[in-house]
């Protein structure tokens, strides 16, 4: 059997080789190859992208699990699926059918309104949302070997994805200008392990690879969120509810590798259709919030 | 040597940072490389891991995988590490393109899912002369299904041969750059400057 330090490192390993890559949200094969095609290098099964379940409500569980095999039949590149936080046995269920990544989401109901899962006890790893630095090393405490921002999922606009990346980078900053001294007060106030403070303090980034989610819908929004620092991106809804996803696909995916070549960003940008249309986040009530939800 | 040029990572996607981050430890500088412009520069290359498709995808509207290749053949130094071995292979299983200038056969995913990913042990050829980490990270690992008879075999997980070199080439199914050593990378700088 692995012992915990290698499992661990083997799950950080994962999330290392997906950084650069898009990592796409489907809703059925034929999807699933597209983004493929285009360059994904993952995709994240789903029973509906957040678009959807915002407008159809009700209580969004796990996929079909016929759907999420159907997708890993089709594609080579790793397949994600999303847990409701603190769903252990969907968690499980997800795990022996060797998805390769879960997502313990607040795109689906939560299960548990103060506990999410103890990660350490999979060997499967598992990616987690956060606002803020706090809860990035809340999730990575519980065993998360990825950290998303949150951003606000289905929505297209990007302004609380900025807000999250914004958040935790100065988080990250405002550690390395701590005394020693102040660190434990620090853990207290933001809500963190203790150790865990110490070792972004000392190293000057969080333990496990950092990416962005929520609202990305243009190559212009992808290089925005890795300017900020994220080390690539999940994109949802803004792919498959553009009136033309597969460029759109193609073209964030190229965005995500030349973010900091303006030239290459222009030509990219170009003959995309339409993105989808979007919410204002803004005028979302505090219940009408993906990100809200966690802990 | 190559520690004494320029040395680039191909920095598309995947785990170009750990492989920098190698360099770094060993007082070596290194240059990311996106672009055919940026190719040009580099006296020896770095095939990272990652998603050798989405790689391709990346490559493809720039025609950099052809420059790649041609650099090789022109004698180019190359590290290539699990995604970077698959572009470099003969035959791909399942089919996508690749070089051609290694000559192996490769499968993807070769070992099953990520729950199957593991650290293991390595088997050494006694003739190998480096000072290399004795187990090796596999994530999602592929598998050289044939190795061609000019190719020498380094070491082995179990019966598969895991670490090959042909002329300037070095290629690991592992993940060196995820290990706590920093022996390939040295192995690397030092000798693959000339042909075996």
Known sequence: MKNNEEKYRVKVGLAEMLKGGVIMDVTNADQAKIAEDAGAVAVMALERVPADIRVEGGVARMAGLEKIQEIQKTVQIPVMAKCRIGHIAEARILQALEVDFIDESEVLTPADDENHVNK???????????????????????????????????????VEGVRHMRAVQRGIRTLGILDQHELMAHAKEIQAPFELICWVAEHGRLPVPNFAAGGIATPADAALVMELGAETVFVGSGIFKATDPEPRAKAIVQAVTHWQDPGKLLEISKGLGEAMSGLDSGKLTTEEMLSRRGW | MVGSGVIGVLALQGAFEAHREVFRRLGVASVPIRTPQELEAVDALVLPGGESSAMLRLMEPQGLLDRIGKKIQGGLPVLATCAGVILLAVEVTPHQKSLGVLDVDIQRNAYGRQVFSSIEPLIFNPAFDGTVTTKGVFIRAPRLTRVGEGVEILAWRKEDPVLVRASGILAATFHPELGQGSGLHEFFLKHMDRPV
Not at chain 1, 122 to 145: H, K, M, S, Y
Not at chain 1, 147 to 156: D, H, M, N
């Open chain 1, 120 to 158: 350490h006890l999979f060997d499967v790893p598992f990616v987690c949302g956060c606002r803020n630095l706090g809860e990035a090393l809340r999730r990575i405490g519980e065993g998360a070997a990825l950290i998303r921002t949150k951003g606000e999922a289905g929505s297209g606009d990007i």
